[in-house]
């Protein structure tokens, strides 16, 4: 097998959970390691992609890549998504983008004297469908994380985000998902998909590189 079929296609990832400021100690967060994207961007380089890794933070190791850009927000991550696109073939969204932040960030450290407490929260960017609605979008690969209906919520953001690729994975169970050393995918694409069953998230990435590596170049085959 030809192992380097990225060679020299720059790729831009997502990767990690990002952080909503409530108040200076306070966010509202997702639930990612950043284990499946790390992974991911690093199996794309042993393609010999020169990815570029935009990452919220995490306690895991980050892997070597050409470029990594370190955000907490969605909205730094959107920014620094939209500086770094342009120059890129390919765009992975492996992070958990919190979808609403507060509306407003307190000053101080919001006090608990009162029994209940009622958060406003405004709807974030959503950082790859504005990538894939770009007028030259890159190939783009989105992820599904969902707990029900895996195929039919999957199917529906690829074509409603108009995507090339989404990988599926089931979350909040027992096994896979985030905070796991092992998951399980499914990927679809317009006309096909393919099972990618529970292993290690080192290895269920390097499956997933060979898979966007293939569509990527029969992609620009055509
Ligand atoms: O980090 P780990 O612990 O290893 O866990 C890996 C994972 C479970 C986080 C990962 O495999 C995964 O599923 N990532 C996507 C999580 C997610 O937010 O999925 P979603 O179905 O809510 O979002 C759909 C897609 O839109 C994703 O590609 C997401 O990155 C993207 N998105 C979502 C919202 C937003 N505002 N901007 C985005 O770009």
């Known amino acids: 097998q030809a192992e380097r079929l990225l060679m020299g296609a720059r790729v831009l990832l997502t990767a990690g959970p990002t952080r909503e400021p409530l108040d200076p100690v306070r966010y509202l967060g997702n639930r990612s390691s950043g284990r ?7 199996a794309l380089v042993n393609l010999g992609a020169q990815v570029v890794l935009v990452t919220g933070p995490t306690v895991s190791p980050l892997p070597r890549v050409s470029k990594v850009i370190q ?10 998504v939209m500086n770094e696109v342009g120059e890129c073939a390919i765009f992975v969204a492996t992070a958990a983008v919190a979808d609403y932040r507060p509306m407003e960030i307190a000053t101080h450290k919001i006090k608990k004297d009162a ?3 009622t958060l406003h929260l405004i709807r974030n960017p959503d950082i790859l469908a504005d990538v894939a609605a770009l007028k030259a979008p890159p190939f783009t690969v989105g992820f599904a994380a969902e707990t029900e209906n895996l195929e039919q919520h999957a199917r529906a953001k690829l074509t409603a985000k108009k995507l090339n690729m989404i990988a599926a994975n089931q979350v909040g169970g027992e096994r896979g998902g985030f905070e796991h050393d ?7 694409w317009r006309d096909g998909q393919c099972g990618l069953p529970m292993m290690s998230k080192t290895q269920l990435a390097r499956e997933l590189a060979d898979l966007i590596a293939e569509h990527y170049r029969g992609h620009h085959a055509t």
């Open 71 to 80: 955000v907490e927000t969605a909205l730094e991550m959107h920014r620094a």
């Open 182 to 188: 092992e998951n399980a995918l499914t990927v679809f």
């Open 115 to 117: 029994a209940e407490l």
């Open 36 to 42: 499946m994207g790390y992974a991911l961007a690093s």
